[in-house]
């Protein structure tokens, strides 16, 4: 029995220097400035998503994609794939569209019904989106 633990003493023993001897180690890290404009371009990007989230949940919206066969996890999905340049063009679309009361809301829906066709790969009207196809 001592012949076993003296074994694992120094298999443990081996371990614990190895161990050590690692932590002793410098860790580098590098360290660098961020423009300014790249932190704003990504606040506005999330923005974006933000107000493409808000119209994807609104239950019309949602209803008029379920009839079309898109679950509205599948379209949260694709808007949080959006690169930040998609999201900031779509955003900016939105931003776009006539104020008024059925208009507004007709509009909105046919872009977004055409925006998640597009994603999906049914369609290809929009040259900023990716297929998932």
Same mark, same amino acid.
């Not at 994807?56 to 509205?72: K, N, Y």
């Not at 808007?79 to 104020?99: N, Y």
């Given at each position: ?7 694992? =003493?120094?298999?443990? !023993? @081996? ?7 690692? &932590?002793?180690?410098?860790? %580098?890290?590098? $360290? ?20 493409? =989230?808000?119209?994807? !949940? @609104? ?7 379920? &009839?079309?066969?898109?679950? %509205?996890?599948? $379209? ?58």
């Amino acid at each position: 029995m001592a012949i076993q633990n003296s074994s694992f =003493m120094r298999w443990t !023993s @081996r371990v614990m220097i190895v161990f050590m001897a690692s &932590m002793a180690m410098p860790l %580098t890290a590098s $360290a660098g400035m961020v423009q300014t404009d790249v932190i704003v371009d990504h606040a506005m990007a999330d923005q974006g998503r933000a107000k493409i =989230m808000a119209l994807v !949940s @609104r239950d019309d919206v949602r209803a008029q994609l379920e &009839m079309r066969g898109v679950t %509205t996890e599948q $379209a949260q999905a694709r808007v949080d794939a959006l690169t930040d340049d998609e999201a900031m063009q779509i955003a900016g679309k939105l931003d776009q569209l006539p104020a008024g009361g059925d208009i507004l809301g007709t509009a909105v829906f046919i872009f977004i019904v055409l925006l998640v066709t597009d994603i999906l790969g049914f369609t290809k009207v929009f040259p900023f989106t990716r297929s998932m196809r």
